[in-house]
Nanobody, 121 residues
């Protein structure tokens, strides 16, 4: 069994910072791509940032130069450092992991339960 769990959300004032964490645990053979997605009320879920096993990163234009994604491969952990937060960053942030379970040859997508980020004064 595999679990993906996010943490680190909360309420922050505009211009502030937050750091999200995501841990994948269980019977994992390898993790390919990990990513952060977000969904604001009434909007579709969108990709915020992603990072490959080789460390290549990809960011949504709206967060470039403000957010930084990183990964600790040994700990199956991913982070999202969010600086200069804006009210429009308010959303539920989800962790996604594309991984291969032990004993399997087929990668599958796993989602966390989400963590709320609210940017408001």
């Amino acid at each position: 069994q595999v679990q993906v769990v996010e943490s680190g959300g909360g309420l922050v004032q505009p211009g502030g910072s937050l750091r999200l964490s995501c841990v994948a645990s269980g019977s994992i053979f390898a993790i390919n791509v990990m990513g952060w997605y977000r969904q604001a009320p009434g909007k579709q879920r969108e990709l915020v940032a992603s990072i490959t096993s080789g460390g290549s990163t990809n960011y949504a234009d709206s967060v470039k130069d403000r957010f930084t994604i990183s990964r600790d491969k040994a700990m199956n952990t991913m982070y999202l450092q969010m600086n200069s937060l804006k009210p429009e960053d308010t959303a539920v942030y989800y962790c996604n992991a594309d991984l291969i379970r032990r004993g399997s040859l087929v990668p599958r997508n796993y989602w966390g339960q989400g963590t709320q980020v609210t940017v408001s004064s």
